[in-house]
């Protein structure tokens, strides 16, 4: 039982809020225009029934169902972004922000997590990027890496991730707690077995400003939104705080897969999926969702590899700031020994080719050197960073060099790159380079010194 009693221990400081979040990389909601006419089809339930037994069974028309029904209520505007091909690996970095009913504080994320599919192994994997890591984030300076998003927008924090877990990062996601609480009622909850016995007299009550008593007993649980947001959050009472949180929330994670394909939720799809529209915003096109989602749900749990960069594989270790801030400091060579397991099939796309990066940006910055490194910490090959012809790029682009190709098309490294800056792939000669491959910054790529 989940004790929600509140305590009077002590107030909960308020954090200032500190500048609003910057631009960044295009953001594109679901769109559910045709809602109501999926829903009657839905209602059909003789030829449910019908479709249910030619399918061969509950959950593979479920299965099937999820796809069509997504194919039919997504719907965007057309991208000039290069999308990610049928047999390419897709990452996306999914952003949970602290977000609460009550609070007024900085969009900080509270949970990050890199998320990897690719379908010729149809396997899986989900990072969970500890929020407390000591970080130099790109036009802000060291803070913790939970910070990024509310100084930068994604682009900021897909950077960052980028340059210190070594994974390219091709889409975000960006889910409030309001959006993980909607989900999970929706499908009616979720069973997670607790791995150990939690007592907090403070878990935060951020509405009332107060501590609230949060206890709950090893072993399965059906929590409902409210109670899954509890468990996910939870950082005082349960061994190694944040990094074990991190653990937690992969459960929550893989218990809300599960009931999506219970049966009992077949005819929830329709208010799940319209949900997304207004919970969850991302940048990944509407044609991408549903062939990645059916993939996704097929998976067994087996095929799906988790870690967290931790004590126990060494890639973290604690550190006290000049400011009294008790943090996290990676160590780039562990981090690297946890992360090339779980995404080498992306890990290898990025040696394909040579990379050579230009600025071409209105800025002094040293974006395209930045970036080089960011590069060069996934193994790709760079030439020496370049000023661009010219420095009117309003957005970056990614130029497949024909004076170098002859006449081969764009590997998935152009591809990866493109969704990387939010770009389009240009073919064209660029006889200056004797790269394959020239990205070019632009005034979108963000700021890399404060």
């Known amino acids: 039982m989940i004790n929600d009693s509140l305590g009077q221990e002590q107030p909960i400081p308020q954090r200032q809020p500190s500048r609003p979040q910057g631009g960044g990389r295009r953001r594109r909601r679901l769109n559910v225009a045709r809602f109501l006419a999926v829903a009657a089809v839905v209602a059909a339930v003789a030829a449910v029934g019908i479709a249910v037994k030619q399918a061969g069974g ?9 796809g069509s029904l997504v194919s039919t209520v997504v719907t965007g505007e057309p991208t000039t972004v290069a999308v990610v091909r049928p047999t390419d690996p897709v990452t996306m970095l999914v952003l949970g922000l602290e977000d609460a009913p009550g609070y007024a504080g900085p969009k900080l994320t509270d949970s990050m997590m890199v998320w990897s599919y690719d379908p010729a192994s149809q396997k899986a994997a989900i990072l969970s990027v500890p929020r407390d890591l000591w970080v130099d984030i790109p036009g802000v ?50 069973n997670v077995n607790v791995p150990y016995n939690i007592y907090d007299p403070c878990y935060p009550n951020v509405a009332e400003n107060k501590c609230t008593v949060y206890q709950i007993s090893a072993g399965m649980h059906h929590m409902d939104g409210a109670q899954a947001l509890q468990f996910a ?24 897969k599960d009931a999506l394909l219970q049966p ?10 319209g949900d997304m529209e207004h919970l969850i915003v991302t940048n990944m096109p509407p044609s991408q969702w ?13 095929s799906i590899k988790t870690a967290v960069p931790d004590y126990t594989n060494g890639a973290v270790s604690n550190y006290t700031t000049g400011g009294g801030a008790e943090v996290l400091l990676p160590h780039p060579a562990a981090i690297a020994k946890v992360v090339e397991p779980l995404f080498a099939p992306v890990l290898a796309d990025m040696t394909q080719a040579e990379v050579q990066v230009e600025n071409g940006a209105p800025t002094n910055q040293p974006l395209a050197t930045y970036f080089s490194q960011v590069l060069q910490g996934m193994g790709v090959t760079t030439l020496p960073a370049e000023q661009a012809a010219r420095t009117d790029y309003t957005r970056s682009e990614v130029i497949w060099n024909t004076s170098v190709s ?15 800056l939010n770009a389009k792939i240009v073919q064209q000669p660029m006889p200056a380079s004797t790269a394959p491959i020239v990205a070019i910054l632009g005034k979108n790529f963000p700021k890399v010194q404060p």
């Open 406 to 420: 002859k006449g081969q098309q764009p590997p998935t490294l152009a591809y990866i790159l493109a969704q990387m």
């Open 264 to 273: 009992s939720n077949l005819f929830r799809l329709p208010t799940i999926i």
């Open 233 to 256: 959050r939870e950082r005082h009472d349960v061994p190694n705080g944040d990094l074990t949180r991190e653990a937690d929330q992969q459960l929550v994670l893989f218990a809300l």
């Open 58 to 66: 509950v959950k593979a028309f479920l299965l099937n169902f999820t």
């Open 290 to 302: 549903p062939t990645l989602a059916d993939q996704i749900l097929k998976l067994p749990k087996s």
């Open 141 to 190: 300076g060291q803070q913790r890496i939970n910070v990024a998003y509310e100084e930068g927008g994604p682009a900021t924090a897909e950077l960052t991730v980028e340059k210190y877990i070594g994974v390219p990062v091709q889409y975000y996601a960006i889910v409030d707690y309001a959006a993980l609480v909607k989900l999970v009622n929706d499908v009616g909850g979720i």
